[in-house]
């Protein structure tokens, strides 16, 4: 068994770990796994993980057609799960991916101090990545007239994925079954279009979010939100401490790419400084 490093050990130990509850929040119409990476870090150093699935946000197996609910019945049941484990421990944090991100600062202008730390990875307030064409700028006439009614978003190559094994692993997923670790294979307009009135919301009230601590990890050569997305995030937060981390080999998703072990790694080190209360 390999020696593990002394700060290691201080999270398993030490209470303030087990006081400190985690949620995560997955991508649009997509599963926890895209977060299973983090999660099993955040286990085996002893904190309380929670990955969330919320009706009408998250992908339902279950379900013939995903079907969307309003982005506000998103908060109501991020903000239930806040009020609940806040009964149990001394500080609750939010971690999200892509939409995730949107949903976990969505949450935070709800609970106001009821979140104390959050973690923002390929934070997506504007879609401006390499990748995304031109004729986005006629989305609204899909998302907010009769034109869209039937139209959907295909997921297509790279999927959010740099590393060729891993989108190779995606696109056999999609093909036997309707979502893979990357995500759904079919986005819905009700999907997009709540997601849209989720960005517009957080954007106008990003000076509201009142928790001391953010990291936002985001890859330099994301092909969905640029970089810019984090000057977005500066701009607007108002929190104490806002750190950045810019990741040089994954695109979208940053928690199955190249780096997704360097993601665990900087999320780890900043629940550590949020559970001891030490300058993230």
């Known amino acids: 068994m390999s020696a593990r490093d002394p700060s290691d050990m201080l999270s398993v130990l030490h209470p303030a770990v087990r006081r400190t509850a985690i949620v995560l929040l997955h991508g649009l119409c997509s599963t926890p796994d895209e977060l299973l990476t983090v999660q099993s870090a955040l286990r085996g150093s002893g904190y309380s993980v929670h990955p969330m699935r919320v009706d009408g946000y998250s992908f339902d197996a279950a379900a013939p057609v995903q079907h969307a609910k309003p982005y506000e019945r998103w908060i109501d049941a991020i903000e239930a799960q806040v009020k609940a484990l806040r009964e149990g421990h001394e500080r609750v944090m939010l971690i999200g991916i892509s939409a ?31 990748a995304i064409p031109r004729t986005r700028m006629l989305l609204p006439l899909a998302l907010y007239t009769p034109l869209g009614r039937l139209w959907q978003y295909r997921e297509r190559a790279p999927y959010g994925v740099k590393n060729e094994r891993v989108r190779a692993w995606i696109e056999r997923e999609l093909r036997q079954r309707k979502v893979s670790s990357a995500g759904s294979a079919l986005i819905g307009i009700g999907h997009l279009r709540e997601h849209d009135r989720l960005i517009r919301h957080v954007r106008r009230n ?75």
């Open 100 to 130: 995730g991100s949107s949903l976990a600062l969505g949450a935070a202008i709800r609970c106001g101090r009821g979140v104390d730390a959050l973690v923002l990875m390929s934070t997506t307030l504007r879609f401006d990545g390499w």
């Open 206 to 280: 990003l000076g509201r979010v009142q928790c001391a601590s953010v990291l936002a990890l985001h890859a330099r050569q994301d092909e969905v939100a640029s970089v810019a997305n984090l000057d977005i995030l500066a701009r607007g937060l108002r929190c104490k401490e806002f750190r950045t981390v810019v990741l040089p080999d994954s695109y979208h998703m940053i928690t199955i790419d190249n780096d997704r072990h360097h993601v665990a790694r900087e999320t780890l080190a900043f629940a550590d400084a949020v559970a001891h209360a030490l300058p993230a």
